[in-house]
């Protein structure tokens, strides 16, 4: 194999971490000055024009913290966790195309580091591995709010990776295939929202839990578990655990983008293929903003209700959705009628009603005593 091609796939893979983990310092501010501007604050103003040298800052400090290792801890497991945590935040954005293909000295280079077939899958694989890391991290802590916030954390997780699942094969049928790219060019004439969107919002919901966030963060509530799972860290093993978040929430508003949104694809994108990271860019600001929206205006859940939302409610309608999503399409080609396509949000958004319906009739039975 030509050396030059792994010397590509090495830049590729160091330009990519190093734009998520500049994205992540400059989320933390710009989720700071959303919730702010949202709450009617400042923000942070102090640190450079705009307070833009803030994240440098809260990255300096946190660096020269001292870090304090309790003496009953697992030592070997306690500093592991982090980065069982941190890694798959990274490894997932490997199968994400930012582009299409240019020419550079004489080559082609694709906007993506690997072209999977199984794309998707690689996805789901990597994303439950960050399971592991949470929950040694609550363990090895040998801490009763710690352990408590990583079986918490642990079984949020797992409940809502059957829906985030169900999402992924919604898009699948949608894409007819599992490869990213090929679910990217499959929205050319028009975005998978527009045919599923119970579909993508399921998605966000699932994400939101998945991330542990706002209104899903019961496993480091600081007000029940002193922030659980990462109690007992600090310093840089605690800026791991916040960075871990931060990355999850790029790289999943990248994989939304790229399921739901079209990902890369714009007006000029094949004449200019540079344009598609711009327009993928663009979309997964949109959607971040829409997560800091949800932190700034929806209260937390309790945690009971959280897991009966996500196995009562959630998951048996990403079954009803995926079901009417492969049906419509099974028949469209069946009958060659369009209209069976058309007939799936119209399927879905009833669907959707139904489900609101059972949240609201519980709501009220609940709010007058009959349990």
Known sequence: MDWTIWLEWVLKGFILCMILLTGFAYLTWYERRALARIQIRVGPNRAGPQG?????ADAVKLIFKEELTPARVYKVVFILAPVLTV??????????????????????????????????????????????????AGWSSNNKYAMLGGIRSSAQMI?????????????????????????????????????????????????????????????????EL?????????????????????QKMIVI????ATLFFGGYLGPGV?????????????????????????????????????????WKILLPLALAVA?????GILLADLYENQLFVWSIPVLSIISLLVAVAFIYRDLRRKSHGRF
């Open 226 to 246: 002193t922030a659980g799972f990462h109690a007992e860290y600090s310093g840089m093993k605690f800026a791991l655990f916040f960075m871990a978040e931060y």
């Open 87 to 136: 890694v798959p935040s990274l490894v997932l954005a490997a199968v994400i195309p930012l582009g299409t293909s240019f020419h550079l000295f004489g080559r082609e280079v694709n906007l993506f580091v690997a072209d999977v077939n199984v794309g998707v899958l690689y996805i789901m694989s990597i994303a439950s591995i960050a399971v592991y890391g949470i929950v040694l």
């Open 253 to 256: 508003c990248m994989i939304m």
């Open 159 to 223: 409940s809502y990776e059957l829906t985030l699942g169900l999402s992924f094969v919604t898009a699948i049928i949608m894409g007819n295939s599992m490869n990213l790219i090929d679910i990217v060019n499959g929205q050319r004439s028009l975005w998978f929202v527009v045919i599923q969107p119970v579909g993508a919002l399921i998605f966000w919901i699932a994400t939101l839990a998945e991330v542990n966030r706002a209104p899903f963060d019961m496993p480091d509530a600081e007000q």
């Open 323 to 327: 079901f009417i999503t492969a049906t």
């Open 270 to 310: 094949d004449k200019f293929p540079l344009l598609g990271p711009v327009y993928l860019f663009a979309k997964v600001i949109v959607l971040l903003f829409l997560m800091i929206w949800v932190r700034a205006t929806w209260p937390r859940i309790r945690y009971d209700r959280l897991m009966s939302f996500g």
């Open 52 to 56: 833009l040298l803030q994240p440098i």
